[in-house]
């Protein structure tokens, strides 16, 4: 069960070991900055959001979890949204991205990574079929460049995500 109290951001002795061993940069723990994972107010509810969710189902995998954040179009979070025609598509008529009626490209793309990186920071893991959603997120991140995480900031959430 988690504790609704646990706050690794100011208690970081808080966090899984594991997670601590490989979120070494800062911006993992710096939740006032909104260009780090956690800073933002969709990735900082995004993990509180992912300790009630996992409080709920504890022994649910990520993916479903993932699922649940999209609404049950798990499958459609894929590939196909990086590509440079769909992104440029999702740019041109917002309205018409994957769950747009409830989320923007970057709201969607900050939960996705800061509920990963949840599962990291209090389990020490992050689930072998949810990195490639993950991958999703960080790729279509780096190709829309509007959001708040810079190309810097992806390649160490990047790193992070394959090793965890």
Not at 25 to 35: I, Q, S, T, V
Not at 64 to 70: K, P, R, S, T, Y
Not at 124 to 145: C, N, P, S, V
Request: aromatic share 10%.
């Amino acid at each position: 069960m988690c504790d609704e109290e646990h706050d690794p951001f100011n208690e970081p002795e808080l966090a899984h070991p594991r997670a601590r061993e490989l979120m070494t940069d800062n911006l993992f723990w710096d939740c006032a900055d909104e260009g780090n994972p956690f800073g933002s107010d969709e990735g900082f509810d995004a993990y509180y959001e992912w300790r009630r969710w996992r409080n709920e189902h504890p022994t649910a995998p990520l993916t479903e979890c993932f699922d649940w954040i999209l609404m049950g179009q798990l499958a459609a979070y894929n590939d196909s949204l990086t590509t440079p025609e769909q992104i440029a598509k999702d740019l041109a008529n917002p309205e018409g991205a994957l769950l747009a009626d409830s989320y923007d490209l970057i709201t969607l793309d900050t939960t996705m990574i800061a509920t990963g990186l949840g599962q990291l920071l209090d389990e020490g893991k992050i689930d072998i079929d949810a990195k490639k959603y993950l991958k999703t997120a960080i790729t279509r991140q780096r190709y829309l460049q509007t959001g708040p995480l810079e190309e810097s900031t992806l390649d160490v959430i990047e790193r992070v995500v394959e090793a965890a």
